[in-house]
């Protein structure tokens, strides 16, 4: 169970299945480092409900800037799988970015392994979890003056 309480005390959940931890605690790092304002967790700030990010439509209403998050969580997970090296990360963002006319972005290799580093040490977190046990983050890496969502991950 994914569950993101809102600025204003509003709470948005919902079951998002085995894998897709996996994939939300990659949005969570690279939104992030990378202060993506308009990424997974900022439209839940926003007020949109995770079951309303899965929906083809309205992710597709919302333009491509969310896509810049989409493809650096896909990246990392990629990364994390092995099914990338990390020499060729960097360009795996940058292809897919040029594919959807977002400019490309310059990733020191420090990022780069700071990235995975969080991202493998919120697994192990989440995979430590027992049944009915739950953990929390804080997505604070925003600018000023823009809603914040506090995402928690429940084993179920």
């Not at 989409?70 to 997970?77: K, S, V």
């Amino acid at each position: 169970m994914l569950s993101c309480t809102r600025p204003d005390g509003t709470l948005a959940s919902a079951d998002i299945g085995p894998n897709l931890p996996h994939h939300d605690l990659a949005h969570f790092v690279v939104e992030r480092a990378f202060d993506l304002q308009d990424g997974f967790f900022g439209n839940i700030a926003r007020g949109y409900t995770p079951i309303q990010l899965s929906d083809k439509n309205i992710i597709q209403s919302l333009g491509v800037s969310p896509y810049r998050a989409e493809i650096l969580a896909r990246a990392l997970g990629s990364l994390h799988t092995g099914a990338c090296s990390p020499e060729q990360f960097e360009d795996l963002v940058n292809a897919e970015l040029a594919s959807m006319g977002l400019p490309s972005m310059r990733i020191q290799p420090t990022i780069r392994d700071a990235l995975l580093a969080e991202f493998k040490g919120h697994l192990t977190t989440y995979q430590g979890l027992r049944d009915g046990d739950s953990m929390s983050l804080t997505f604070s890496a925003l600018a000023p003056g823009v809603a914040r969502s506090n995402p928690s991950l429940e084993r179920p």
